[in-house]
């Protein structure tokens, strides 16, 4: 039967011509600022508000990571990549697979099964993180579009009016992050990756909230958490090849001198202009 036009299928890592690395936190989306009242301060902004307004996004990120991505089963059992423990999961049905009762409870000092590379627990519990990590998946790809139905009420109208707020008090910075990295996605060949330094579950968490899910496809997200930004830029590298261009997109120190090495070109946003720059450049095909 002919392919749905509307449903088309996404083009392969090889085929991939040019790859944006962006960082999330002060790049995308203004958050940790918000807390410390380096935004407020430098805009000329409420600077209780701001912060009031950024605890309570803290709080929402932390709450959907434990109440729906079992951050509390695995937040010492941290991945750079969803699909890192993959080749521990038997593939068995999950759809009435009880995660609370299934003895998975990271023992004290369990920190050491996770976070050494290839430090496997035993092979039971491999898998039952690997159900884990195979159900965050499935959250993620069935939400990405509707985060509200995640929330469900009456903490989905707490997120809208959040959200609202917190575009005012940024000036549409996210709106206008939004449009360049729409741009690059309407591309049939580029595609948008995310190298962040957050922890894998909570980076997923404010990726749902602050309505990322349609630009970040779950195996484009990378936790730099543990292995710092130039382990995932390698990663990525290797993965999309030497043939594609790569394009990092940040406002951090880190990620420009890991592409001053690699040789890519860096896109600094350090104001919400840069990020309309950014647009113009893309609409003009200069990048």
């Not at 369990?110 to 039952?128: I, T």
């Not at 575009?167 to 910075?173: P, Q």
């Amino acid at each position: 039967s002919p392919k749905r036009v509307n449903d088309p299928a996404p083009p392969l890592d090889s085929d991939i011509e040019r790859v944006f690395i962006w960082d999330l936190d002060e790049t995308i989306i203004i958050f940790h600022s918000l807390l410390t009242g380096t935004f407020p301060s430098r805009y000329g902004k409420d600077s209780s508000r701001a912060v009031s307004l950024g605890l309570w996004m803290e709080e929402m990120i932390f709450n959907l990571a434990d109440s729906k991505l079992f951050f509390n089963d695995l937040e010492e059992c941290d991945q750079v990549h969803i699909d890192d423990v993959a080749s521990d999961d038997n593939g068995q049905d999950l759809s009435t697979y009880n995660f609370g009762t299934d003895g998975f409870q990271s023992p004290a000092g369990a920190g050491s099964l996770c976070l050494g590379s290839g430090v496997h627990g035993g092979v039971d519990w491999m898998r039952k993180l690997a159900f884990r990590y195979r159900r965050v998946k499935e959250i993620y790809n069935t939400y990405k579009n509707n985060v509200g139905g995640l929330l469900g009420s009456p903490k989905r109208e707490e997120w809208l009016q959040l959200r609202r707020e917190m575009e005012v008090l940024t000036d549409l910075w996210l709106t206008q992050a939004l449009k360049a990295l729409a741009l690059i996605n309407s591309r049939p060949n580029c595609v948008n990756v995310l190298v962040t330094t957050t922890q894998l579950i909570p980076a997923f968490s404010k990726v749902l909230l602050f309505g990322l899910g349609s630009a970040f496809p779950i195996e484009n997200i990378y936790s730099a958490t543990k292995t710092g930004k130039e382990s995932c830029f390698e990663r990525i590298s290797q993965r999309f090849g030497r043939r594609a261009v790569y394009v990092v997109i940040g406002d951090g120190p880190e990620e420009e001198n890991v592409a001053k090495k690699k040789n890519m070109p860096f896109w600094r946003v350090s104001c919400r202009a840069d990020l309309e720059a950014l647009s113009h450049a893309l609409e003009l095909d200069y990048l």
